[in-house]
């Protein structure tokens, strides 16, 4: 089992910036740099949704349409850890973010916005944009 602890939300105005970081520890540790790695959001009210996702090697990534040119995902497998760089912040970014590792390995960063099955997700860390 992969154990995900996210960090670094917090309050910000509209148009700054904050990046997420997502630790991978556990037995399975070892294993993260096998896993395209992903984030997801969810908003009060809302239905959790893809955010991006990168390919184990870090090469690929995919983003959802509301985050293109505003936000990256990165990865160092050296230290587990997935990042997500988010510019230009908008109110509506507001909601509580999420990292998850695909039940696959097999699982490309275009197939992690259809997925169902997730090896691991991270409690969640929350980001609030304010106005």
């Known amino acids: 089992q992969v154990q995900l602890v996210e960090s670094g939300g917090g309050l910000v105005q509209a148009g700054g910036s904050l990046r997420l970081s997502c630790a991978a520890s556990?037995?399975?540790?070892?294993?993260?740099?096998?896993?395209?790695a992903g984030w997801f959001r969810q908003a009060p009210g809302k239905e959790r949704e893809f955010v991006a996702a990168?390919?184990?090697?870090?090469?690929?990534?995919s983003y959802a349409d509301s985050v293109k040119g505003r936000f990256t995902i990165s990865r160092d497998n050296a230290k587990n850890t997935v990042y997500l760089q988010m510019n230009s912040l908008k109110p509506e970014d507001t909601a509580v973010y999420y990292c998850?590792?695909?039940?696959?390995?097999?699982?490309?960063?275009?197939?992690?916005?259809?997925?169902?099955?997730?090896?691991?997700w991270g409690q969640g860390t929350q980001v609030t944009v304010s106005s």
């Open positions: 998850a590792v695909p039940s696959s390995t097999s699982t490309t960063a275009q197939d992690m916005g259809r997925t169902s099955s997730f090896l691991s």
């Open positions: 556990g037995r399975s540790g070892r294993t993260f740099s096998s896993y395209t």
């Open positions: 990168i390919t184990r090697s870090g090469l690929y990534t």
